[in-house]
């Protein structure tokens, strides 16, 4: 069984002090940081961008950056990502015409890539394009904004991919918490995105703990 990672969304924490939240969470025990992208087209949104990533990265050395592009031209921003210290590209199936180019350019641009669907796109739409990513994401809630309820009924999803690709990195991200996550991991999910569940904790550390082991059991 893949190991089960734990990735923070910092999305609703405090924005203003985005390098303090990141060592806060990074502190706090987590696998990797989810940064959530946003740019007000593909999602009725807007969060940041690569100048900012750039940023973070001096600050926060050695995290992993998952970075979860809910952008509608996601080939625009590889490079600038790339430049700025991304470790993984998730685009949306949804924004893209050619997802094998795209995460062509990705490797090629030296981060893992990786192929996000929304709830409404069924799990036949990505299985094509999985030979061709390194992570595939299902969202368990419409992306746009943190703090939203779980959707069970997308873990069909999820154990169709495990049972079809065994040695994929799945990712699940949205509504994802302690009273989740067991049938996140049940399913075969063993990258766990969660957002408000750790940032809304006065105690992150516990949170990120019960996570993983809950998870890994
Ligand atoms: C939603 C984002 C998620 C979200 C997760 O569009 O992609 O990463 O921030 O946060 P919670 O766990 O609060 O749903
Ligand atoms: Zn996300």
Redesign the pocket.
Known sequence: KKLARVGP?I??SDLSNLAGECERIMNSGADYL?L?V?DGHF?PNLTFGHPIIKCLRHKVKEAFFDM?M?VANPEAWVEPVADAGGDQYIFHLEATSDPKTLCRKIREAGMKAGIGIKPKTPIEAVVPHVPHADVILI?T?E??????KFMADMMPKVEFLRKTFPELDIEV?????LDSVQTCAQAGANMI?????VTGSSEPQVVIAELRRTAQE
């Open positions: 969304s999305l609703n989810h959530d946003m999602v979860h809910m969202m809630v992306p746009g904004f943190g703090g939203q991200d949205g509504g994802v918490g995105v969660s957002g408000t569940a």
